[in-house]
Nanobody
């Protein structure tokens, strides 16, 4: 059974940092491209980042380029999202996903950026 469990969200001030984790089970991360998506209140699900099977290729939405970094630990079967210089517009529920459309994703973790 495929399961994705996100953690690490919380309340942070503008300019702060967070690390999100996503523990995968029921499949091997190294066999799949993986994604981070987010959904802000009243908005549609938005793609944030992608990472390749081996973790050597990544890409980012323009809105987070240079501030967020995605990483995989295939030995731990865990996906990460390092978020720096957070802005209020980054406030959203963040999901890790095995599909870019979000059809296979976890339950999400809330990130709130506010002073």
């Amino acid at each position: 059974q495929v399961q994705l469990v996100e953690s690490g969200g919380g309340l942070v001030q503008p300019g702060g940092s967070l690390r999100l984790s996503c523990a995968a089970s029921g499949f091997a991360l190294y066999r799949y491209w993986m994604y981070w998506l987010r959904q802000a209140p009243g908005k549609e699900l938005e793609w944030v980042s992608s990472i390749s099977l081996g973790g050597d290729t990544d890409s980012y939405a323009d809105s987070v380029q240079g501030r967020f970094t995605v990483a995989k630990d295939n030995a731990k079967n865990t996906l990460y999202l390092y978020m720096n210089n957070l802005k209020p517009e980054d406030t959203a529920v963040y999901y890790c996903a095995r599909s870019r459309d979000g059809s296979i994703r976890g339950q999400g973790t809330q990130v709130t950026v506010s002073s």
